[in-house]
């Protein structure tokens, strides 16, 4: 089994800043990208930021330069939000492409999710 927990979501004013953390556990025998998805009250669920292994992040444009994602080791990712928004309000969950064992594959596994609301 593959577990995902996210945590640092909460309620912050306009202009403030948050740090998500996803924390992947459980049978793992590596892990590509992690991912931050994000899915507001009434509308689709959205990508918001990818970070791999060793590569460069990439973000939601309406996120780059607010948002950033990194790496820590190969089971934890971060996302600092700064300069939030309202409309950044949303349930941000965690995904990561685990293989659980050598040759086996990727397959994506999900947090909860945490809940982030921007108001004043």
């Known amino acids: 089994q593959v577990q995902l927990v996210e945590s640092g979501g909460g309620l912050v004013q306009p202009g403030g800043s948050l740090r998500l953390s996803c924390v992947a556990s459980?049978?793992?025998?590596?892990?590509?990208?992690m991912g931050w998805f994000r899915q507001a009250p009434g509308k689709q669920r959205e990508w918001v930021a990818t970070v791999g292994p060793g590569g460069t992040p990439k973000y939601l444009a309406s996120v780059q330069g607010r948002f950033t994602t990194s790496r820590n080791g190969t089971k934890i990712a971060y996302m600092k939000m700064s300069s939030l928004k309202p409309e950044d309000t949303a349930v941000y969950y965690c995904?990561?492409?685990?293989?659980?064992?050598?040759?086996?594959?990727?397959?994506?596994?999900w947090g909860q999710g945490t809940q982030v609301t921007v108001s004043s």
């Open positions: 459980g049978s793992i025998f590596s892990v590509n990208d």
């Open positions: 995904s990561a492409a685990v293989e659980q064992t050598e040759s086996a594959g990727f397959y994506d596994y």
